[in-house]
C-alpha cells in the first residue's frame, strides 16, 4: 500500500513563537511530499486529537508525523490504530526550547526534523500483530526449595510444569538441613526445613511432571518450542516447553583447596556441611568419638578471600550461629568460639544474632587467620586483630569451616578478578579463565561442543547443566564470578538468554527463604516470555516490540558478525556460516543490524534503507553558507531522554546538529556514517550509554560494540585522507543533561576549526 | 498508559498496587505484562519514590534515572496499567479474588491539559520548601515535581492554593489546565488482590541526640548526602558543608546510626554500610583530597557487593575505623566536628575531626506509622508478617530493609503471588 503521510504541527509550547509555521507546512507538502499538513495551537487538547483523527479519515491517511513535544509525553493520546504508523518529531524540546527563536537555523532545523519524519515513515511499515501457537509449559531445571517453589508458582497460576531433578529425590541441600535459622516473626526459634512436606506437594500436583534421576541431553530451539532432550538412563525423552527457569542452586567450595585451613589435619576439623549432616543424624559428636567441650567455628573459609571465592557467600554468618544453638542446645556446657571478619546477620536476622551474644557460652571474635594446627587431638587456631587487641590462640576439640557457595553455573573453581565484559569481547567467550576443569566433563558436552565449533570457532561449553545447542554456547552466559545475569540492579531476572530464567543461588549466594521467594520472581518471568511470545511480542528491554528481523539471504556472505555480537544469542549457523534464524530469541536491539556489512538485516519499522534516506532528507548548505552540519546518533534510552531534559532546562547549543535516535548506539551501521560524510557532513557523533563491566546499556554490548567499530571507523578515515577526529563516540548518562550542550558546541566549534568536509557539495 | 487520572467512580483490576516506588511500579508493570490489569496508585504527585531522590546507584554508580525512565516507558506504552497519584487508600474490605478498595484521590489542581511548558511558574510568586530536598531548597508553589516526573504535569502545593496570587498562575496558562477549585475524589475498586508496597521512611535522626543532627549544620544523615550530590539537588551535585558552603577536607561515616540499637532500630537496615562506602566514592570523585572516615560496627556488604568493599579499601583516602561512635560535638568557632569512638580492635576511645559528618541512618517501614488496612500483622518493628492465605501481598521495603535490587526480586515476585491469590476467589 501507498504511503500517506499527513504531517500536524503543534504550535503550542513556544513552537508557533519561534517557528514560521506556515514555512514548515510548505516545506512538508512540497519537498517532503507528505499528502497533507495542518497545524493546531496544541494537538494535545481534545479538539487537537480530534482534528488528526478527522484528518486522517478524510485524506486516507496511514503515517502520521505529530511534530509537537517529546515522544516521551502523551503517548497514549496519538495512537490512532495499528494501520496508522506514528512518528513524534519533537520540534519543542529538540528545537523551539533550545535555540534562538525566529531565527534563520532554528528555522533550518525545524524543517529537517520534519524531513528526517517523513523519510521515516515513508521507509518503515507498521508492525502486525499474530498469534503464534507455542507450548507455554514451563520446565523447572532443578529439584531443590527454589526448583520446587518455581514448579508450585507455575502450577498455581495456572499453567504446567515439568519438574527434572538430577537426584532420585527432591529436595537438593535442604535434605541435607537439620534446621533452618528464622525467618518469621521474633526471629528467634530455628525453623523446620519442611521440604518433605513440600516434595509431596509437588509430587502430587496434577500440573506437575516430576522427573527425577534426570538431566538435559540437550536443548533446542527457542523460547515457545524449546525442545528439550531428557537424559535418566532409559531412552532419551524429548519435551517441547515454553520457558525454563534454572534452579540448580549452589554447589560446595571443594574441600581440597580449605588445606591451608587446616581441612584434612585432623577429622575434627570439618566443614559447615559436615557439621549440618552430623545434627540432621540426630547427634553431633567429634568424628574422633565422643562429646565436643570446645567448638571453634572458623567464617569465611574460602570466602571473602582474593586467592579463592572473593565474594561473600551471604549466609555462612547465620549458618554458624544456627549451628552454635545446635551445639549449645545438645551439650549446654560446649563452648563455642566464633572467629569471623565482619558478622553479617542483615535486616531482621540482627535478631538472632543478638541472642548468640547473649549467650555466656557463646564467644564472639573478629580475627583473622594465621594457623590453623592439629595438637594431640586438639585444634590449634592463631588468630591475629582480634577484638581483645592481641594475637590469641583458640584451643578447641573442633573446628567449624564455614564454608561457602559457589553458583552452579561457574565453570571451575578458579575465580579471577577481570573484567568479564572486556575479556568476553575479547576472545568472545563467556565465562572466567578457568583451571582443572575447563574441559568439557560429558559426551554430550564435548559433542555439542564439537558440533559447535564446527559451525562456529570461539563457542564455549558452559556448565553444562542445559546443553543449548546455540551458537555462543551450551548454557547462560556469565559474567562475574559464574553468576548468569546481565542487569542485576534494575533487572535481576534478566539473562542474556530469553525465556530462560535464573532462581536461586545459582544467581547469587541466598538463604533458603530468599530462594524461595526468588523462585516467584523468576517463575512470573517464565510466564510473562510464554505470553508475550504467544503473541508475538518482544520481552525485556522492548517489552511488547512486534517488529521483527528479516534476512536478506541470497546476500550473505557467511561473515558471522551478527551470530558472535547478537548479545542473546539469537542466531546459529549452518555448516557454512550462514546465520540461522530463531525470531523468538529476539529482543529487537537491532545490533545485528549495525554489525551486518552486507546491510542485509530489516526491521520493518527500522532499518538501513530507512536511516539513509532520514539522513539523505536533511538539507546540505553548501561550504560558502558556514554552516556546517554535524549528524548525532542518539540512543533512545538515556542520552535521548537527556536531550529532552536539556530543552526543558532551556539550555542552548549549536542549531547546526541533527539527532537521529537508535534502539541501542550498537545498532549504528557504519554506512551511516558513510552516508552522513559523503552527503557532506562536517562531523558525527554517536551518543551511547556506558560501556565496560559496570554497563549501562540495555542491551548490555551495544555501547561496547559501537566504541569498537567507531575505532575502525576513524582508521578508514584516515585512509580516505579525512580527519579522523570527525567521528566521535561519547558516553552520556541520563542525569548527564548538564554536560551535553557543552559537548555538542565544543565538537562543533573543533569541527569548525578543522574546516569544512571536503566531500561537501561532491 | 500515559493515562494518569482513572475516570469515573469505579473501576476494576486483577491487582491493585499501593505505592509508586520502585517496589510498585515492579509489581504492577510485571503483572501488566502477563496480560493483567493493575492499578497503581502513589499518595505524592509522581512516581518514582526514593530511588528518584538517590544520586547513584551502588555498585556500579549509575544513575537510577535510567532503570526508571525505561520503567516509565513501559508503563506508557502498555494499556493493562492505570497509574493515579495523589491517591491513598481508605478502606478495604473482602476477600482473596474479591476486594472492594475505597480510594481517595486528593486534587492536583493541574488537569490533564497541562503540557509542561512551565509558563505558570515562570509567573508564581509564591514559594514553597521543596520537600524532594529536604527542604533544603525552595520552588514555586507551582512545580513540576521532578525532571522525569510521571505524570509529566505540574502540581500546586495545597498549602498554598488558596493564595490570591496563585491566580497569575492561572491567567499564564494558555491551556486552561489550572484548576484552583478542583475537588478530591473517591473512587471504589474493585481487584482480585493487593500489593503493598508503600515503602519506607528515614529513621529520625534527631531521636539520636549524642549524634547532633538537627544542632549541628554539618551534621546530615545519608538521604540528605544523596540530594547534595545529585545535579537537580539544592547544591546542584556540589557536594558543600551546610554551614560555609565549602568542600569538606574530610567526612566521617557513622554507621549503624539508629540501626542495631535497641533504644532505637534493633533490627540491622542491611543498605548503609553500602550506601556509605557509595558517598565515600563519589565524594572523593569530586574532592580527590578529602579524607574519608567510616566507623562501623561489621561492614555488611554480602553477596558480590564483597568487591566494593575491597575497591573502597584499596583507596588510601578512605579510613575504616572498627567502633561505634559514641558522641559527635562541635568544635568552636569553626564548625567542624570531634567524632569521638571506642576502638573495639584497640580498645581505646578516639577523638577524630571532621569538617562534615554523615549519619547512616537506618530504614523504617512506612507500615510503622501508617500500618496497612485489614488483617495484615505485622511484627514488632512495623514490618508486615505475611499471612499465605491474605490476598494483601507484603511487597520490598514493608516487608525487611532492601536494597534497590532485592525489592525489584521481591516486587517481580509479589506481582506473581498477588496473580495467584487474586485467582483464589474465582475458583
Redesign the interface.
Known amino acids: 500500500m501507498d504511503t500517506k503521510i499527513g504531517v500536524f504541527i503543534c504550535e ?3 513552537i508557533g513563537k519561534s517557528l514560521d509555521i506556515d514555512k514548515l507546512k510548505e516545506h512538508a507538502t512540497g519537498e517532503c511530499n507528505a499528502a497533507h499538513c495542518a497545524s493546531h ?2 494537538y ?2 481534545p479538539e487537537g486529537v480530534k482534528e488528526i483523527k478527522d484528518a486522517i479519515a478524510a485524506n486516507d491517511l496511514n503515517r502520521v508525523s505529530i511534530a509537537a ?1 517529546s515522544g ?6 496519538f495512537q490512532f490504530g495499528h494501520d496508522v504508523l506514528v512518528d513524534r518529531s519533537n520540534l519543542r524540546e529538540h528545537v523551539a526550547w533550545c535555540h534562538e527563536p525566529n531565527d534563520e537555523d532554528t528555522q533550518m532545523l525545524g524543517e529537517d526534523h520534519i524531513a528526517m519524519s517523513c523519510a521515516k515513515l515513508s521507509n518503515s511499515e507498521p508492525p502486525v500483530e499474530k498469534t503464534v501457537e507455542i507450548s507455554k509449559d514451563i520446565l523447572v531445571v532443578g529439584g531443590g526449595v527454589t526448583g520446587m517453589q518455581a514448579a508450585l ?1 507455575v502450577a ?3 499453567y504446567k510444569a515439568i519438574l527434572i531433578e538430577k537426584e532420585d529425590e527432591l529436595g537438593g541441600w535442604s535434605r541435607k538441613f537439620h534446621k533452618l535459622f528464622p525467618k ?4 528467634r526459634d530455628l525453623e523446620d526445613t519442611n521440604h518433605e512436606a513440600m516434595a509431596k506437594e509437588v509430587e502430587d500436583n496434577p500440573n506437575i511432571t516430576v522427573h527425577k534421576s534426570t538431566t538435559i541431553k540437550r536443548t533446542n530451539g527457542q523460547p515457545g518450542e524449546f525442545d528439550v532432550t531428557l537424559k535418566n538412563g532409559g531412552d532419551p525423552q524429548e519435551i517441547r516447553v515454553g520457558a525454563i527457569i534454572q534452579a540448580t542452586g549452589w554447589r560446595k567450595y571443594p574441600t581440597k583447596k580449605l588445606e591451608y585451613l587446616g581441612y584434612g589435619k585432623s577429622p575434627n576439623i570439618v566443614t559447615n556441611i559436615e557439621m549440618e549432616e552430623m545434627a540432621k543424624s540426630g547427634k553431633i559428636e567429634l568424628p574422633t568419638g565422643g562429646e565436643p567441650k570446645s567448638v571453634a567455628f572458623i567464617q569465611c573459609a574460602g570466602s ?1 578471600d ?1 586467592d579463592h571465592i ?5 549466609v555462612c554468618c547465620r549458618t554458624s550461629l544456627k549451628q552454635a544453638k545446635y551445639l549449645r542446645e545438645q551439650y549446654p556446657d560446649c563452648r563455642i568460639y566464633i572467629i569471623y571478619k ?10 538472632f544474632y ?1 541472642q548468640a551474644q547473649e549467650d555466656d557460652g557463646i564467644f564472639l571474635t ?1 580475627g583473622e587467620i594465621e594457623n590453623v594446627a592439629a595438637d594431640n587431638g586438639k585444634i590449634k587456631i592463631d588468630v591475629s ?3 581483645l ?1 592481641e594475637d590469641i590462640q583458640v584451643e578447641a576439640d573442633m573446628a567449624v569451616l564455614a564454608t561457602g557457595m559457589v553458583s552452579t553455573n561457574k565453570v571451575g573453581n578458579k575465580f579471577i ?1 577481570i573484567g568479564p565484559m572486556e575479556k568476553e569481547l575479547l576472545i568472545g567467550g563467556s565465562d572466567e579463565e578457568d583451571d582443572e576443569d575447563e574441559e568439557p566433563k560429558s559426551e554430550e558436552a564435548k559433542e555439542l561442543l564439537e558440533s559447535g565449533k564446527k559451525a562456529a570457532a570461539g563457542a564455549e561449553a558452559g556448565a553444562e547443566i542445559l546443553n543449548l545447542t546455540y551458537r555462543q554456547g551450551t548454557d547462560l552466559p556469565t559474567l ?2 559464574g ?1 548468569p545475569d546481565s542487569h ?6 534478566e539473562t542474556r538468554r530469553t525465556g530462560i530464567y535464573a532462581a536461586g543461588p545459582v544467581r ?3 538463604d533458603i527463604a530468599s530462594s524461595m ?5 523468576a ?3 517464565a ?2 516470555a510464554v ?2 511470545i504467544s503473541v508475538g511480542k518482544a520481552v525485556h ?1 522492548r ?2 516490540d512486534l517488529s521483527e528481523f528479516d534476512f536478506f539471504m541470497q546476500r550473505c556472505t557467511q561473515c558471522k558478525r551478527c551470530t558472535e555480537e547478537c548479545p542473546f544469542g539469537t542466531l546459529d549457523e549452518d555448516e557454512k556460516g550462514t546465520p540461522l534464524l530463531n525470531p523468538n530469541r529476539c529482543r529487537r536491539c537491532g545490533i545485528c543490524l549495525g554489525a551486518c556489512p552486507e546491510r542485509i538485516i530489516t526491521f520493518k519499522n527500522y532499518n538501513i534503507v530507512m536511516h539513509s534516506k532520514m539522513i539523505g532528507s536533511i538539507s546540505m548548505p553548501d561550504e560558502f553558507d558556514e554552516k556546517p552540519r554535524i549528524l548525532v546518533f542518539v540512543c533512545e ?2 542520552a535521548m ?1 537527556a536531550l529532552d ?1 536539556v530543552g ?1 532546562m532551556r539550555m542552548k547549543y549549536s542549531p547546526f546538529v541533527r539527532f537521529i535516535p537508535v534502539r541501542c548506539i550498537g545498532s549504528t551501521n557504519v554506512i551511516w556514517l558513510n552516508d552522513a560524510l559523503s552527503k557532506g557532513f562536517d562531523g558525527v557523533m554517536l551518543l551511547g ?2 560501556k565496560g563491566d ?1 554497563y ?1 546499556c ?1 542491551f548490555v554490548k551495544g555501547s561496547q560494540l559501537a566504541a569498537t567499530r567507531m575505532t575502525n571507523v576513524q582508521d578508514k578515515l584516515k585512509q580516505l585522507a579525512l580527519e579522523s577526529e570527525r567521528v566521535e563516540i561519547h558516553e552520556i ?3 548527564d ?2 554536560k551535553i550542550p557543552k559537548l555538542i558546541d565544543d565538537f562543533v566549534e573543533e569541527i569548525e576549526t578543522m574546516g569544512y568536509n571536503p566531500f561537501k557539495g561532491m | 498508559m500515559d493515562i494518569q487520572d482513572i475516570n469515573g467512580d469505579q473501576v476494576s483490576c486483577d491487582l491493585l498496587v499501593v505505592g509508586g516506588g520502585i517496589a510498585g511500579i515492579t509489581s504492577a508493570l510485571e503483572a501488566s505484562e502477563v496480560g493483567k490489569k493493575a492499578v497503581l496508585i502513589e499518595k505524592t504527585p509522581m512516581l518514582g519514590g526514593r530511588v528518584l531522590r538517590t544520586n547513584l546507584y551502588f555498585p556500579k554508580m549509575c544513575p537510577p534515572g535510567c532503570g526508571i525512565e525505561i520503567n516509565l516507558k513501559r508503563i506508557r506504552q502498555n494499556e493493562n496499567i492505570t497509574v493515579s497519584t495523589l491517591t491513598e487508600v481508605e478502606s478495604v474490605s473482602g476477600s482473596p479474588g474479591n476486594y472492594e478498595v475505597t480510594l481517595k484521590i486528593s486534587p492536583r489542581y493541574v488537569n490533564e491539559k497541562c503540557t509542561a511548558c512551565g509558563e505558570c511558574a515562570k509567573v508564581c510568586e509564591v514559594m514553597r520548601k521543596n520537600e524532594l530536598n529536604f527542604g533544603l531548597d525552595e520552588t514555586t508553589a507551582i512545580y513540576l515535581p521532578h525532571e522525569l516526573a510521571f505524570p509529566y504535569r505540574y502540581v500546586i502545593d495545597p498549602e498554598y492554593v488558596g493564595d490570591e496570587r496563585m491566580k497569575k498562575c492561572v491567567d499564564a496558562c494558555e491551556y486552561d489546565a489550572i484548576e484552583l477549585d478542583m475537588k478530591p475524589r473517591t473512587v471504589k475498586v474493585k481487584t482480585g488482590a493487593l500489593i503493598w508496597a508503600t515503602g519506607w521512611e528515614p529513621y529520625d535522626a534527631t531521636k539520636i541526640d549524642n549524634l547532633g543532627f538537627g544542632q549541628y549544620k554539618n551534621v546530615v544523615t545519608n538521604v540528605i548526602m544523596e540530594r547534595l550530590a545529585s545535579s537537580d539537588g539544592p547544591t546542584h551535585g556540589e557536594i558543600k558543608r551546610p554551614s560555609d558552603d565549602n568542600a569538606p577536607k574530610s567526612v566521617g561515616f557513622v554507621q549503624c546510626a539508629g540501626s542495631r540499637d535497641e533504644n532505637h532500630l534493633p533490627y540491622c537496615s542491611a543498605i548503609c554500610c553500602m550506601a556509605s562506602m557509595k558517598q565515600a566514592q563519589y565524594i572523593r570523585r569530586q574532592h580527590p583530597d578529602t579524607e574519608i572516615h567510616i566507623f562501623y560496627i561489621d561492614v555488611r556488604s554480602p553477596g558480590r557487593w564483597e568487591d566494593f568493599y575491597m575497591n573502597a579499601q584499596e583507596d588510601e583516602k578512605i579510613h575504616f575505623h572498627r567502633g561505634k561512635v559514641a558522641r559527635i560535638t562541635e568544635e568552636d568557632g569553626t564548625g567542624n566536628l570531634i567524632m569521638e569512638a571506642e576502638n573495639t580492635l584497640t580498645g581505646e576511645m578516639t577523638r577524630t575531626t571532621v569538617e562534615m559528618a554523615v549519619l547512616a541512618a537506618g530504614m523504617v517501614p512506612t507500615t510503622k506509622s501508617t500500618p496497612p488496612p485489614g488483617d495484615v500483622k505485622l511484627d514488632d518493628f512495623g514490618y508486615i508478617d505475611q499471612d499465605d492465605k491474605s490476598g494483601i501481598i507484603g511487597c520490598g521495603n514493608v516487608m525487611r530493609p532492601l536494597e534497590v535490587a532485592a525489592t525489584i526480586q521481591d516486587a517481580t515476585g509479589a506481582a506473581l503471588k498477588g496473580i495467584i491469590a487474586a485467582k483464589g476467589g474465582n475458583e
Open positions: 503550542g509550547c513556544d495551537k496544541a494535545c487538547s513535544c516521551r509525553v502523551f503517548a497514549e493520546l508458582n498455581n497460576a495456572g518469621k516473626a521474633p526471629y571473602r582474593k572473593p565474594y561473600c557467600s551471604a565482619d558478622i553479617r546477620s542483615p535486616q531482621q536476622y540482627e535478631l543478638m573478629k586483630e582480634t577484638l587487641g578478578d562475574k564470578y553468576f542485576f540492579i534494575c533487572f535481576p531476572y547469587a549466594p541466598m521467594n526468588d523462585a516467584y520472581g517463575s512470573l518471568k510466564i510473562q505470553e508475550a528491554p517489552a511488547g534510552n538515556d531522554p531534559m526543558k550509554c556506558k559496570d549501562q540495555h548518562q541520563i542525569d543533561y548538564d
